[in-house]
C-alpha cells in the first residue's frame, strides 16, 4: 500500500508562487515514477508533471518553465513549486504514484492518469486575476 497526502494549495493571485508538497509512506517509495496532477469540474484529469527515480522529468507544455517537480527519497517527499501562477491554473491538484516499477523511458504516455495506480485526495488550488 502506498499512501498519499498533499498540502499546501490555497488562494492566491495571479504571478503568485505556492509550493506543494505530498508526504508519501509505503513499501518501495524511492522505486517509483511519481507525478502531480490537476482537475477542475466537468473536465478530465490532467497530468502537470512527472519524475523518475533518477530526477528525470517530463511537464506538460502548458506549465513549462512556470513549475517544477522535485522528490526528496530520503523523506518520502514530493513536491510541485509553482511559479507565475495563471487563473487556468486554477484546479484541484492531486499527487500520484506509480507501483509498477519501471523507467519513465518506458512509459507510452507520462502524463496519462491510466499509467498511475495509487492517489492522494487532493489540494485546491485557486488563482485569481
Known amino acids: 500500500q502506498v499512501h498519499l497526502k498533499e498540502s499546501g494549495g490555497g488562494s492566491v493571485q495571479a504571478g503568485d508562487s505556492l509550493r506543494l508538497s505530498c508526504a508519501t509512506s509505503?513499501?518501495?517509495?524511492?522505486?517509483?515514477?511519481l507525478a502531480w496532477f490537476r482537475q477542475v469540474p466537468g473536465k478530465e484529469r490532467e497530468g502537470v508533471a512527472t519524475i523518475d527515480v533518477d530526477g528525470s522529468t517530463k511537464y506538460a507544455d502548458s506549465v513549462k518553465g512556470r513549475f517544477t517537480i522535485s522528490r526528496d527519497n530520503a523523506k518520502n517527499d514530493l513536491y510541485l513549486q509553482m511559479n507565475s501562477l495563471k487563473p487556468e491554473d486554477t484546479a484541484m491538484y492531486y499527487c500520484?504514484?506509480?507501483?509498477?516499477?519501471?523507467?519513465?523511458?518506458?512509459?507510452?504516455?507520462?502524463?496519462?492518469?491510466?499509467?498511475?495506480?495509487?492517489w492522494g485526495q487532493g489540494t485546491q488550488v485557486t488563482v485569481s486575476s
Open positions: 509505503g513499501y518501495r517509495y524511492s522505486s517509483y515514477v
Open positions: 500520484t504514484a506509480d507501483t509498477d516499477v519501471r523507467s519513465l523511458s518506458e512509459y507510452d504516455s507520462p502524463l496519462s492518469a491510466l499509467e498511475y495506480n495509487y
